[in-house]
């Protein structure tokens, strides 16, 4: 079992629809929750970080932390076909790595 | 703020040749950067991690001789691929550790260099 499971989609949705990502984990350790934007051949941009469980809001995007469930979310509002690319959830525990889920490729079509 | 580097951004290569690549944290200082190797629709894997003055630290099953990393500064890390082959063929991203001084550091990545070896 892999320590974080996100589906890979791809997930294609129209224009000014609400998104949800989600990625689980089986590690209790992991205090630390990012949510990464990474279009084609490029680098992953940071897009959210959290290390409490609750909601956190910026912008269009809500990043949600579920420790008890071991489950984190990512919402997109209003979503833009700018918003298309893959997102990646990240977390750990304190320790200096980072464990990846696989990412989720994500369209919006206008 | 938190801007990271890299050069090349783009590299083709003959086969058995080495190719240098560097990793710079732009304006602020990096005692940790991360080098990753990503294959087209897959995640991001860890290859080593790097502190600056100490010798990287390697995932299992990254040869370290193949791949050396050297970290010379708080801005600067590289990563040469030595001998390189068809299929170290991939998009070599690295990442540098932001240190906050509260609960944890958050990477902030490089936008990635695609070595293509011919």
């Known amino acids: 079992q892999k320590e974080v499971e996100q589906d890979p989609g791809p997930l294609s949705v129209p224009e000014g629809a609400i998104v949800s990502l989600n990625c689980t984990y089986s590690n209790s350790a992991f205090q630390y929750f990012m949510w990464y934007r990474q279009y084609s051949r490029k680098g992953p941009e940071l897009l959210m970080y959290?290390?409490?469980?609750g909601n956190k809001e910026d912008g269009r995007f809500t990043a949600q932390v579920d420790k008890s469930s071991k489950y984190i979310s990512l919402f997109i509002r209003d979503s833009q076909p700018s918003d298309s690319a893959t997102y990646l959830c990240?977390?750990?525990?304190?320790?200096?790595?980072?464990?990846f889920g696989q990412g989720t490729r994500l369209t919006i079509n206008p | 703020g938190a801007v990271v580097s890299q050069h090349p951004s783009r590299v083709i290569c003959k086969s058995g040749t080495s190719v240098k690549i560097e990793c710079r944290s732009l304006d602020f200082q990096a005692t940790t950067m991360f080098w990753y190797r990503q294959f087209p629709k897959q995640s991001l894997m860890l290859m080593a991690t790097s502190n600056e003055g100490s010798k990287a630290t390697y995932e299992q099953g990254v040869e370290k001789d193949k791949f050396l990393i050297n970290h010379a500064s708080l801005t600067l890390s590289t990563l040469t691929v030595t001998s390189a082959h068809p299929e170290d063929s991939s998009f070599y991203i690295c990442?540098?550790?932001?240190?906050?001084?509260?609960?944890?550091?958050?990477?902030?990545f490089g936008p990635g260099t695609r070595l293509t070896v011919l």
């Open positions: 990442s540098a550790r932001l240190a906050s001084g509260g609960f944890t550091d958050t990477q902030y």
């Open positions: 990240a977390m750990n525990g304190g320790a200096q790595k980072l464990v």
């Open positions: 959290t290390y409490s469980s």
